[in-house]
Every structure is written in C-alpha cells, then in structure tokens.
C-alpha cells in the first residue's frame, strides 16, 4: 500500500475513496472505536492510515454494513477478536 505521498500511509481523502465512505464516516467511526482504529498523526494534525487501520474500516463497514451488525456488536465482535488474537500470540 504506497499513499500518494509514497510514504506507505494514505490520507483520509484515500482511504474514504477504498473504502467507500465518507470523511463525516471516518471521523465518526474514529471516535466510536477509538480502541481499534488509531491513525497516526502528522506535526500539523493530519490523519494517515496505514494498512492495519485500512483493513480493520473494511472490516467495521462489512459488519456494520452487509452483516447488520450495531455499531456495540461490532465492539463486541472486534473485542473477542483482539483478545482471542493476543491469547495465541502468547
């Protein structure tokens, strides 16, 4: 994944335009899962994403949109998922 920026991180006008949403989306999902999603910031406050942060909005928009999910049940669901992940890293 290269940003126009070649950086490997894409800016929100990028990442709205992948995933299929909009900026008002992103910040709003940004603060509703504010324990999954943290996009790194630039010196002067800018949003960049990486792949992990990109992978995981396909993922809440998936549940959210074609699976009906509420926006707790994809809490939920992406909870369970972070603590199974970190029980077989171990």
């Known amino acids: 994944m290269e940003g126009n920026n070649g ?11 992948l995933v299929g949403i909009s900026p008002h ?4 999902w ?5 324990e999954f999603l ?8 800018h949003r ?4 992990h942060n990109l ?5 809440i928009k998936y549940m959210l949109k074609d699976k009906f999910y ?3 049940g994809v809490k939920v669901y992406l909870s369970k998922k972070t603590h199974f992940a970190a029980k077989d890293a171990k």
């Open 7 to 17: 950086n490997g991180y894409l800016k929100v006008r990028e990442v709205c335009e």
């Open 25 to 28: 989306t992103l910040r709003y």
């Open 30 to 34: 940004e603060k509703e899962f504010t």
């Open 38 to 45: 943290q996009p790194k910031r630039t010196p002067g406050g």
């Open 48 to 51: 960049l994403y990486d792949d």
């Open 55 to 59: 992978r995981r909005l396909l993922e």
């Open 70 to 72: 509420s926006i707790k």
